[in-house]
């Protein structure tokens, strides 16, 4: 059964979120994403919590280490490394940005990028053994 204001919740957490995707190596303040929704603060905070159960800058953070990932795991993933492709997603603590990022996704981000850059190498496209 959908909760009273839910449309209205998502059109403000797709605005927010619109807006954070166009900053993603600099994560705008929470004011600046309320602003631009038109709403105050409480109001996008309440909204994040009805639409994705959780915080706005919690979402902006899996968002970001999502974004992250895909770089890693992208055929140019090893022109670049961990440490760039952390900083161009606004992670500015390297470590900080390691220990969510293998809590997310199981792995460290350098052992991603290991097995992106092993598939590159193989010709059937499979990933080798690295260890």
Avoid at 55 to 78: D, F, V
Avoid at 102 to 109: A, I, M, N, S, V
């Amino acid at each position: 059964m959908p909760r009273y204001g839910t449309k209205r919740y998502q059109d403000i957490v797709e605005r927010a979120t619109d807006v954070a995707r166009g900053r993603l190596e600099r994560p705008p303040p929470i004011e600046d994403l309320s602003h631009a929704a038109g709403v105050s603060a409480r109001t996008l905070t309440r909204a994040f919590h009805a639409v994705h159960g959780i915080t706005p800058a919690r979402y902006l953070s899996e968002m970001r280490l999502a974004e992250a990932r895909q770089a890693l795991l992208s055929p140019n993933a090893e022109a670049e490394t961990v440490t760039e492709v952390a900083l161009r997603f606004g992670f500015r603590e390297l470590g900080r940005f390691a220990a969510l990022y293998r809590k997310r996704f199981g792995e460290t981000p350098s052992a991603t990028l290991r097995r992106s850059s092993a598939k590159m190498h193989d010709p059937r496209g499979q990933a080798h053994c690295l260890d």
